[in-house]
Structure formats: C-alpha cells, structure tokens
C-alpha cells in the first residue's frame, strides 16, 4: 500500500514569490492534515481536513496560506507571498479514523526555504 | 490551548548508556503517541499510549504514561548508534479526539 506522498521534496523560493505544495493521502483517509516545523521548533498544526471540508484551520498563521482538498483526495498549501519566516519543512499526514484510535501516517515532508 | 513540552530538546550519549525523555502536557487527555524522525524521513510511529499507566515496550526503548501527572517518558536503555534520531511526542486532547499536538522532539545522537 502507498504511504503518503508529498511533492516537491523541496523548494526554493525569492521572498515575494508563490508555491505550491502538494500532498496525496492514504487512499480511503478522509482525514487529512497538515503540519509546519520551523528549524528547531516544535511540528505545529495548521489545519485538518476531513474529506474535502476544512474541519480545523486554526493552525493557519496567517491569510497567506491557503489550503484545499477538491474532491476530497490530494490536498495543496499555497503560500502568496511568500515571507523570510515561511521557511520550515511542511509536513501532511492522514488516518482513517482518530478518534477511533487510528493512527496518523506521514509524509516525508516538504522543506521550503525562502530567500 | 494546549501545550506539549519535550526535554530535553538535544541529547547527547554514548553507546550503553540509557536516559529517559520527558513529555509534559497542559490539557486532559488519554492518548499519547511517540514518534521517530530520521533526517529527511517521515515521522514513523513507535508507541501508542492509550490509559493511564500504560507501558508498552519495543527493543531498547519504553515509554510510559502518566494521565494524572500529564507526563509521558521514553526511556532508552544501553543506546546504541542506530538510535541517533528526532524523537517527538504527540498528544490527543478529550476535548478534540480527532486532533494531535506535538512537542518540539528530541534531537538524539548516540556516540560509539
């Protein structure tokens, strides 16, 4: 079974510039979410989706980011513009069912460097 | 909101020693998880902890779980080099049970 993948595995980008970055769940895993860590620091949450529904998006630091989940399938972050304090490795994961105890499985992650 | 401390962030030892990691929460919660993170790589499971008490075991590591005391231990027993990794602990709060928050991880390195 595929695990879950993330594309690109890195990116570089001017400050100012857009990216794109594209996560593909578990099939079958309606919950998907995604994860941000900045060099050092703890892997924050930014949100979760359950099919394509944004169900938390507490997470997201600011209107920059923008995340979607047509079809309730792949995901994609997009962060316009980008800024210096965007840089971190963006992770995605998915379950079938937390709160049933399910597990989350992740993706290697995405690492965004902003120059 | 809640909070997920780790210590300590860094770790450094040498092969046959063993140490312990520290996970504090700030929020109800009965399930815990502890991952590890080699460079570049996903975040792979290794415990789940779902009561209070419970211990679970696997080779060289145990981790145990304190409901009452918000603390959870990764305990590592006579390391060896193939242990050097990030090590994060992560938390499902009762009020959301759909949701996980983690700590900053342990940068682990394990000298011969």
């Known amino acids: 079974e595929a695990g879950v993948t993330q594309f690109p595995s890195h990116s570089v980008i001017e400050k100012g510039q857009t990216v794109t970055l594209r996560c593909d769940p578990i099939?079958?895993?309606?919950?998907l979410y995604w994860y941000r860590r900045v060099m050092g620091k703890e892997i924050k949450f930014l949100l979760h989706?359950?099919?394509?529904?944004?169900?938390?998006e507490s997470g997201m630091p600011n209107n920059r980011f923008l995340a979607e989940r047509t079809g309730g399938t792949y995901s994609t972050l997009k962060v316009q513009p980008a800024e210096l304090e965007d840089s971190g490795v963006y992770f995605c994961?998915?379950?079938?069912?937390?709160?049933?105890?399910?597990?989350?499985?992740f993706g290697p992650g995405t690492r965004l460097t902003v120059t | 909101e809640l909070k997920v401390e780790q210590n300590p962030l860094f770790l450094s030892m040498q092969e046959g020693k063993n140490y312990t990691i520290y996970c504090n929460y700030s929020?109800?919660?009965?399930?815990l998880y502890w991952y590890r993170q080699d460079p570049g790589k996903s975040l792979e499971s290794l415990f789940v902890?779902?009561?209070?008490?419970a211990v679970k075991q696997e080779g060289r590591l145990m981790a145990s779980l304190d409901t009452k005391a918000r603390l959870s231990t990764l305990h590592i027993t006579a390391a060896v080099h193939d242990l050097s990794a990030t090590y994060f602990c992560?938390?499902?709060?009762?009020?959301?049970?759909?949701?996980?928050?983690f700590g900053a991880g342990t940068r682990l390195t394990v000298k011969p």
């Open positions: 994961a998915s379950s079938q069912d937390l709160a049933s105890l399910g597990e989350q499985y």
């Open positions: 099939s079958g895993h309606d919950n």
């Open positions: 989706f359950v099919k394509e529904s944004k169900q938390d």
């Open positions: 929020t109800t919660s009965d399930r």
């Open positions: 902890l779902l009561s209070n008490g």
């Open positions: 992560a938390v499902v709060p009762t009020s959301n049970n759909n949701d996980m928050r």
